[in-house]
């Protein structure tokens, strides 16, 4: 298979797989191995907690002292709390691309319950090896 279409690492892990969830943050034109997706998912909310919890405090130290800091810590905050899910959003489209899905499938999200629990199933089956996604050039 064509090496930049295919994501996967050869032996995903918490590290390698974040790696490939920035390294690819966004495109939605490739593919993710189910492993890579779990694991990154689980690395990308890690880091993402750590860094928000980090600005969330010093943004309600900082409000005490000066309104400026406040505001760049928020500012701060909502843009690690945005790339979150912009990655989440696109390493979505890539997993439904690995299982020969439209990435379009990807709006069940906006279905509160229901549409939520069928994209984790969805992500949590296996590959698909007769791969039309994604058709470049």
């Not at 994501?7 to 797989?17: H, V």
């Not at 928000?52 to 690690?80: E, H, Q």
């Not at 069940?108 to 590959?127: A, K």
Request: hydrophobic share 50%.
């Amino acid at each position: 298979m064509n090496e930049s279409v295919w994501n996967e690492s050869s032996k995903p892990n918490l590290i390698s797989s974040t790696r490939l969830y920035f390294q690819d943050m966004f495109v939605g034109v490739k593919r993710m191995g189910r492993a890579d997706f779990w694991w990154g998912l689980l690395g990308m909310t890690i880091l993402c907690a750590l860094l928000m919890t980090a600005f969330g405090f010093t943004m309600n130290f900082f409000s005490l002292k000066s309104f400026y800091w406040s505001a760049v810590m928020g500012i701060a905050f909502a843009m690690t709390f945005g790339y979150y899910l912009v990655s989440v959003f696109t390493a979505t489209i890539r997993r439904l691309h690995d299982r020969n899905l439209h990435g379009w499938w990807v709006l069940l999200y906006v279905v509160p319950i229901i549409g939520e629990l069928l994209l984790i199933i969805l992500m949590c089956l296996p590959q698909k090896d007769n791969s039309k996604w994604p058709k470049l050039i």
